[in-house]
Structure formats: structure tokens, C-alpha cells
């Protein structure tokens, strides 16, 4: 397997897990984001105001998201699998 082979399964790992990821920590940021809001307008610095509704904003997206998310990982591992025989020649 040469670099630039290397290079792509990288690239290729990286970007899966990225976009993997994306919708969970967008969610969390959103939520985060709003509560922070909230707790500035209303003068409230209660530290589990924060961490509860992002936990359980968290559980609804990988509810939501959660097959899709596993969908593109066995597209992934499968496409590594396949192409091993090209990786190892």
C-alpha cells in the first residue's frame, strides 16, 4: 500500500467521522447556545441548567440519527473490507 493509498483511507476515515459526528455535536452546540442565552437573560448561572437539556438533546439526535449514523459506518468498513485484497497488493 503506498502513501497516496494511505493518504485516501485517512481521508476517507476522517470525513466518515466527521460527518458521523456532525449532527450530535450541531445539536448539542444549538442547545448549548440557547440555555446560555437563557441563562443570561434571566440571570440564572445554574451549572446542570446547561448539562441536562444538551444530555437529552443528545439522546433525541442519536434516536433520530442513530441508524442513519450506523448505516455509514457499515458503508464504510464495508468498503474497506472490499477493497483490502487492492490494499494489500
Given at each position: 500500500m503506498s502513501?497516496?493509498?494511505?493518504?485516501?483511507v485517512a481521508r476517507d476515515a476522517i470525513l466518515t467521522l466527521v460527518l458521523v459526528a456532525s449532527p450530535l455535536m450541531l445539536i448539542g452546540l444549538a442547545v448549548g447556545v440557547a440555555i446560555s442565552l437563557i441563562q443570561a437573560l434571566t440571570q440564572i448561572q445554574e451549572m446542570t441548567l446547561v448539562?441536562?437539556?444538551?444530555?437529552?438533546?443528545?439522546?433525541?439526535?442519536?434516536?433520530?440519527?442513530?441508524?442513519?449514523?450506523?448505516?455509514?459506518?457499515?458503508?464504510?468498513?464495508?468498503?474497506?473490507?472490499?477493497?483490502?485484497?487492492?490494499?494489500i497488493g
Open positions: 502513501g497516496p493509498e494511505v493518504l485516501d448539562f441536562v437539556p444538551k444530555v437529552l438533546a443528545t439522546i433525541l439526535a442519536l434516536i433520530l440519527f442513530g441508524s442513519w449514523m450506523l448505516q455509514t459506518y457499515i458503508d464504510f468498513t464495508r468498503g474497506l473490507i472490499i477493497n483490502l485484497p487492492t490494499y
